[in-house]
């Protein structure tokens, strides 16, 4: 099992950003892709942006490409997803995934955190 923590969500402006990470425990997470989901209100659950742990090869929806950057820190367990240029419609809930199976980046995910609250006023 893996466990995944996110943290660093808030309220902030548009055009401000902001850094979330997610802190992986229970088993090494190095051949793992790790991912970021967001679902906003009345929104079905959407993807955001992946890594693979090993190569560090990414992939981003379009919707944040050039404003979100997904890096790891092998040390800490951690991906971080730094976001820039934040707009109203990044507001969501931002989820952290895990999983260790199959050669998409952006579906079939095992292991979810809690998430957590991202909101950018206008």
């Known amino acids: 099992q893996v466990q995944l923590v996110e943290s660093g969500g808030g309220l902030v402006q548009a055009g401000d950003s902001l850094r979330l990470s997610c802190a992986a425990s229970?088993?090494?997470?190095?051949?793992?892709?790790m991912a970021w989901f967001r679902q906003a209100p009345g929104k079905e659950r959407e993807f955001v942006v992946a890594?693979?742990?090993?190569?560090?090869?990414?992939y981003y929806a379009d919707s944040v490409k050039g404003r979100f950057t997904i890096s790891r820190d092998n040390a800490k367990n951690t991906v971080y997803l730094q976001m820039n240029s934040l707009k109203p419609e990044d507001t969501a809930v931002y989820y952290c995934?895990?999983?260790?199976?199959?050669?998409?980046?952006?579906?079939?995910?095992?292991?979810w955190g809690q998430g957590t609250q991202v909101t950018v006023s206008s």
């Open positions: 995934a895990a999983k260790n199976r199959g050669s998409s980046y952006t579906r079939e995910y095992d292991y």
């Open positions: 229970g088993r090494s997470v190095s051949n793992y892709k």
């Open positions: 890594i693979s742990w090993s190569t560090g090869t990414t």
